[in-house]
Structure formats: structure tokens, C-alpha cells
T-cell receptor, first 113, second 117 residues
Framework: DAGITQSPRYKITETGRQVTLMCHQT?????MFWYRQDLGHGLRLIYY???????DKGEVPDGYVVSRSKTENFPLTLESATRSQTSVYFC????????????FGEGSRLTVL | GENVEQHPSTLSVQEGDSAVIKCTYS??????FPWYKQELGKGPQLIID?????GEKKDQRIAVTLNKTAKHFSLHITETQPEDSAVYFC????????????????FGRGTSLIVHP
């Protein structure tokens, strides 16, 4: 199916562990984004990518690492998870050529114990 | 960078009433103003958008208005129904390829709309 998919949808981990959240889109959109959603803060940008091999920091990048070796994949890694990284993470992409509409994945709920 | 303020944070209405959510932005380079609806457990989805060359846009029961001079835009929902209950986000950003800007959306903090039957 065409779209943007995230995995895992739910993850429980412990402080200090490495976690990778996966994001895959089937449209070949140029721009991809990672947001975290916390109560009272809305959607905060962690990292974004304008194309394969081009990534840049957003508003809250500390503690996160991204890569984009292929246009369709944009994984987010928490190298050493902390409790403050407990959140819901959303991946999104933008068409770019035709419209600025953001397409979101269903989210990954991460709990760090 | 862009700063988007959204109010109110919570809005409670009776079914059939109208609901209005307001956003202000700071960067005059922003020319694209979408509204997203997020239902429980799902990712946000675009419901309506407006570009800076238009003052108002309607789609059935929802409408968006834009005042470029005052740098604010609003979402209007008429004849609200229980299925309108959700979190609504506004955003502002330059619509990159055409304007030479960058697709870096800035979101408001969201409004939780509750429609009581």
C-alpha cells in the first residue's frame, strides 16, 4: 500500500538502551521529518531531511541521530534512551513538487523506564 | 525562525454550535497555512489549507480565513458534530519549491476540541 509507515508502533525500553524507530514512505517525497508529540508542547521537530544524505537539526535534536541513505527510509535512533524521551514520535514527508501538504505516519509510542 | 501561537488550547462546544480556533505567525516569508486534525491514536491529517494569495477558503462545514497584514489565520467549524472531536493543529511555512523557501513547518501547540452530544 502506498503511504508512510512507522515501526514499531509501540516500544518499551530501559534507560541507556539504544532504540531505532523506522520510517518508510512509498511516494519518493524529497523532504522527511521526525516530530515528537508531548502534552502541552504540540509537535516539535527533531530532525529533517531534504533529500538522501542531507539531514539537519530541528528544534529538539539532542539525544537523537538520523540517517537517510535511501530516499524512502528515514530512521531515528536514540543512542542512549532517557526517560525524558518517553513520547509519541511521528514521521512525516512532503511532496514538494506539487504541494506543501505534510503526510504523517501513525506514530510510534515510546516508553523509557 | 517562525513562531506560531495557537489559541485556545481546549475548546468545548455543544453539538451544532460553531467552533473557532485562532493562530498567529511571525515570519512574513510564510505563505502556506495548513490545518491538521489528529484523532485519538492516529497521525495528523490535513483538513484544509490556505495560501497567502487568498483571504478565505471553504470546504463544506470548515473554513479558514487569513489576514496577512495582522499575521493571523483562523479555522472555523460550523454545525459541529461529535466526530469533529479531535486535536487540531495549525502550521505556517514557506511553500519551498515555488517560493525559494524551505519546507520546515512550524506548528502551533494544538487545540483539543470536544463536541458534546
Amino acid at each position: 500500500d502506498a503511504g508512510i509507515t512507522q515501526s514499531p508502533r509501540y516500544k518499551i525500553t530501559e534507560t541507556g538502551r539504544q532504540v531505532t524507530l523506522m520510517c518508510h514512505q512509498t511516494w519518493s517525497h524529497s523532504y522527511m521529518f521526525w516530530y515528537r508529540q508531548d502534552l502541552g508542547h504540540g509537535l516539535r521537530l527533531i530532525y529533517y531531511s531534504a533529500a538522501a544524505d542531507i539531514t539537519d537539526k530541528g528544534e529538539v535534536p539532542d539525544g537523537y541521530v538520523v540517517s537517510r541513505s535511501k530516499t524512502e527510509n528515514f530512521p531515528l535512533t536514540l543512542e542512549s534512551a532517557t526517560r525524558s524521551q518517553t513520547s509519541v514520535y511521528f514521521c512525516a514527508s512532503i511532496d514538494g513538487a506539487n504541494t506543501g501538504e505534510l503526510f504523517f505516519g501513525e506514530g510510534s509510542r515510546l516508553t523509557v523506564l | 525562525g517562525e513562531n506560531v501561537e495557537q489559541h485556545p488550547s481546549t475548546l468545548s462546544v455543544q453539538e451544532g454550535d460553531s467552533a473557532v480556533i485562532k493562530c498567529t505567525y511571525s515570519d512574513s516569508a510564510s505563505n502556506y497555512f495548513p490545518w491538521y486534525k489528529q484523532e485519538l491514536g492516529k497521525g495528523p491529517q490535513l483538513i484544509i489549507d490556505i495560501r497567502s494569495n487568498v483571504g478565505e477558503k471553504k470546504d463544506q462545514r470548515i473554513a479558514v480565513t487569513l489576514n496577512k497584514t495582522a499575521k493571523h489565520f483562523s479555522l472555523h467549524i460550523t454545525e459541529t458534530q461529535p466526530e469533529d472531536s479531535a486535536v487540531y493543529f495549525c502550521a505556517a511555512y514557506p511553500e519551498g519549491y515555488r517560493s525559494g523557501g524551505s519546507y520546515i513547518p512550524t506548528f502551533g501547540r494544538g487545540t483539543s476540541l470536544i463536541v458534546h452530544p
